[in-house]
């Protein structure tokens, strides 16, 4: 796989479904290229590019995400709860709870008639009520990861796998947040779920990183190395 920043002319070779490293050490790039791939991302601009080995073009957009802190890593986005609301909808329907559903709500519709008839206003509502609508009367949602960031950030991947199909988690400055050693259980992860993750910050050299996966490095003089 390989990535392509189009404003700075830099490609770097990444490793599907493993940790990969990119640390950029002039500050102003390093701006630059986190600003590019952050409105990639989001749909904004198309200024960095993805490619599979095969040379097919890979949707950042659909299939990209962004870490920058503990604070990202929750469903909070109208995206979550659709799709678990029409996954749980289809897992009732498949149960036949939809009969259920119709027998409670038609019980309450005439309920809902003996009180419109005591009122003093015109009133209207939907007879038909489907298994979604109901589910989103409940306030039905994913719960939010918890635990060490490493725990939250496992859980959070895995679920955004499984129900929205993104497979390309970057890490933007989230290294303080992981101890050394949690490196290799962040590769262990992207190995067994599938994805592909790639740790991107401006930190000088440490290594964190060294024995777990290879690095790319640009340093001040815009020398790339690749250890």
């Given amino acids: 796989m390989r990535i392509d920043f189009l404003s700075s002319g830099l490609t770097f ?24 791939i952050y409105y990639t991302v989001g749909n904004v601009t ?5 490619w599979t080995d095969e040379n097919e073009r890979y949707d950042l957009h659909k299939k990209g995400d962004i870490i920058l ?20 909808a289809m897992n009732l ?17 005439q309920e809902l008639e003996k009180a419109i008839v005591s009122t003093d206003y015109e009133i209207e509502y939907d007879p038909v009520i489907a298994t979604e609508n109901f589910l989103k009367l409940l306030n039905v949602r994913l719960k939010n990861p918890e635990g060490t960031f490493i725990e ?11 129900l929205l199909k993104k497979d390309f988690l970057i890490l933007i400055n989230c290294a303080a947040y992981l101890r050394k050693d949690e490196y290799a259980v ?9 994805v592909t ?20 490095i640009v340093d001040n003089d815009l020398c790339e190395l690749y250890l």
Avoid: W
């Fill in 186 to 194: 962040l590769e262990e992860f992207a190995k067994t779920e599938g």
């Fill in 93 to 109: 329907e498949e149960r036949g709870y939809s009969d259920v559903l119709k027998t409670a709500y038609l019980e309450s519709l």
């Fill in 152 to 162: 939250k950030l496992c859980e959070y991947v895995k679920t955004t796998h499984s």
């Fill in 197 to 216: 993750i790639l740790v991107f910050d401006t930190r000088e050299y440490d290594d964190s990183l060294d024995e777990i996966c290879e690095k790319h």
């Fill in 13 to 36: 070779k990444i490793h599907q479904e493993n940790l990969n490293s990119i640390k950029i050490e002039r500050h102003r790039l390093y701006e630059e290229m986190i600003q590019d």
């Fill in 46 to 50: 198309d200024s960095v590019r993805c």
């Fill in 69 to 88: 802190s503990p604070f990202d890593l929750t469903y909070s986005t109208a995206e979550y709860k659709k799709k678990v609301i029409l996954t749980l």
